[in-house]
């Protein structure tokens, strides 16, 4: 029955039902860091605000997401959602001719990635 509603009900969705019932308890634990509801949200909103802001990224504009497996990418993903923007996950190991091919394939209009991957292309 829930798929079946219209319109569906996203991930995004259920994340910001717990924020809004739950906004102190914990989401994600990395390394010694504790990372709240509160916190994701807080940090998709400064992302998605510098992305679309500061970057001019519009709803329906594929991103391409190349970022190791961190904080970051949780709240980069959230972002996105927020503004309406498909994203293309990009396996940060992936390097020369397959990441040619993924990029190309993902047709994305931006690549966001920290500045420690800088993986060649040719």
Known sequence: RRL???PAITL??????HTRRQPRKPL???QDEIYTY???DRRSNRAAWALSR????????AVAV???NEPAYVWTWLALAKLGCPMACLNCNVRGRALRHALE???ATLVLTSPGERGTTG
Do not use: I
């Open 66 to 68: 190349f970022l190791p």
């Open 12 to 17: 995004l969705d259920v994340f910001q039902l």
């Open 54 to 61: 500061r970057l001019g990224l519009q709803s329906g504009r």
């Open 105 to 107: 394939a993902a047709q």
């Open 28 to 30: 994600l634990r990395f």
């Open 4 to 6: 079946s509603r219209h």
């Open 38 to 40: 509160e916190d994701m």
